[in-house]
Each structure stands twice: as C-alpha cells, then as structure tokens.
C-alpha cells in the first residue's frame, strides 16, 4: 500500500492527506438524507485513512460545512460555463481525491486532466479501476512546483483546446504569494486557458486555519502561506481579470450547513459593520477571465 495511507499518530502525515480530508467531509455529506451533493466515490476513496485524519483533528468533523460549500458552488460554476461557454476542456490542478469527472452530468465528448502529485493520482487510479468517467478523462502525474514541466504541459493542453476551464480547489492557499503570481503568469500565456475558478482564503480566515489546526498543517509540511488582500484582484497584474466571486460562508448559510453562531449573524448582517461582514466573507470560489482571451 502506498505511503500516503499508512497510519500514523498524527493526523496529517504530508500534503497529500489533506485530499483524505476533503474525500471522508464529501462523504459525510453524501451519507446525509438532505444531502446537497451526492459522491458515490467519496468513502472509497477516504476509507478508513480519512476517518482517522477527521478524527485527529480539533472539531472531529463540524469544519465539513465549508468543504460543502464549496463543493457546491464549485459543481454549479463548473456544470454552467461548460454548457454556456462551450468549455471544451477541464483542467483541473492538485485535483487530488476529486471525483467531478465521475460524478457530474458531463459531456463524452469533454476532456478532463486531473493533475497532481504521483502518489495520490496513483491510488486514486487504483480505487477507481472499475469505474468508468462521464468524458474523456487522464490523470496527469505532475508536480505542479516544478515550472518547466508544468509550462511543457500547460502548453500542450492548449495545442488541443479551444476553451479551457481551469480549476484549483484548495490548492493556492498553500503556495506563497510570489508562486501563485508565477503560476497565474504561466497559465494566462495560453488563451485557449479562457476561464479560472480559483479557490482562495482571506487573511482573517487563514489565521483562524493557523489558530485551530496549524501545527498540524505544519507537521504534514502543508503549511498555509496565500491569503491575499486584495482578494481575486491579486492576479489583475498576472493576466486575469476578475468576473464572479461566491462566498463559501454565505453558500454554506444558504445550505444551512454552516454553525448556528454564523446562521444567526447572517439573519442580522445589516445590523453588523460592514468590515466586519467583509472579512468574514473573503473566502471563496473567484471566476477570473484570461485577459488574452476577451
């Protein structure tokens, strides 16, 4: 078996048990009777390895309502710009357990590259033998840190497409700023990479992230450095402008899956500064648009 699903005391052993993490909250959610989504996949995938990790950590598993919503706000964004931009290919990086090209209504005639690191596409592999993806499905096992094979790949994604749609759930939070403007630059060159939905934190909720779970993350040498300012604004220098942002917080109350305390300050946010309302709303999924391609 391989070396990301052995047990060990800590909950999180390297970066790549993070996507145990996500894959056993999906599985919560789908094993509920009001589920918002449903991924036949997601226990596969975590198994008893992903129990462990949500066991571990502080809050069991009470945090699973903003890996709910953004999932959420992430299948709707992906299943709308397919049909209304003609989305010819998904590429989709540190895809990690995702399972999008299984579980979506997708076309046959789509491509999908999940891309990330060898070990954890190999498992994934592994667990998914038997089963068959909606569209034209590859794994790409690619270290996305290392610029010249990522550049070397990005480009040959754009020799086949025409509309790209790229997506990066929970993967820029642990780039530093200085790697997330590289790799914004790198994808922008390409304008057949036409739309981005990019995952991104705010300061305030990072440093919650760090206050609860930090010397885990860290211990895993998953630590969270990329939580900008500016928020989607960031990458305007980088080639990519900014066309949407959903709040994972607000989908979250939408769903009536976020913690009552948040339930209740949303029935009152008129009533709170607006700073306030801002901070607590800059995580989120941001649609940014390649500027080569307008």
Not at 93 to 122: F, H, Q
Not at 206 to 214: A, Q, V
Request: net charge positive; hydrophobic share 40%.
């Amino acid at each position: 078996m391989s070396e990301i699903v052995t047990y060990s005391p800590t909950p999180l052993k390297n970066i790549s048990d993070t996507a145990f993490l996500v894959a056993t909250y999906r599985t919560m959610e789908s094993e509920r009777p009001d589920a918002v989504f449903k991924d036949p996949y997601a226990s596969l995938l975590s198994g008893e390895h992903g129990r462990r990790i949500v066991n571990g950590l502080k809050g069991n598993g009470k945090y699973s309502w903003f890996i709910v919503a953004r999932t959420s706000i992430l299948d709707q964004w992906v299943l709308n710009l397919i049909k209304k931009e003609n989305i010819d290919t998904v590429l989709n990086l540190a895809a990690g357990l995702d399972t999008r090209a299984y579980r979506l209504n997708l076309s046959p005639n789509l491509k999908w590259y999940d891309v990330d690191l060898p070990e954890i596409l190999t498992y994934k592999e592994n667990q998914l033998k038997d089963h068959r993806p909606k569209c034209q499905f590859e794994l790409v096992k690619l270290d996305l840190s290392q610029t010249a094979d990522r550049k070397q790949f990005f480009s040959k994604v754009a020799k086949g497409s025409t509309n790209t749609l790229v997506i990066s759930e929970g993967f820029l939070m642990y780039l530093t700023p200085e790697t997330a403007a590289s790799l914004a630059q790198d994808l922008s060159q390409f304008p057949q990479f036409k739309f981005w939905l990019a995952e991104l934190l705010g300061p305030f909720q990072l440093r919650w992230i760090k206050l609860k779970w930090g010397e885990h993350f860290k211990k895993a040498n998953a630590v969270m450095n990329f939580a900008p300012t500016e928020g989607p604004d960031f990458f305007i220098p980088f080639g990519w402008s900014t066309q949407g942002f959903q709040s994972s917080l607000l989908e979250a109350v939408r769903l009536k899956r976020a913690p009552i305390q948040f339930q209740l300050l949303a029935s009152i946010r008129f009533l709170i500064p607006k700073s306030w309302v801002k901070k607590m709303n800059t995580a989120g999924i941001a649609l940014l648009k390649n500027t080569k391609s307008e």
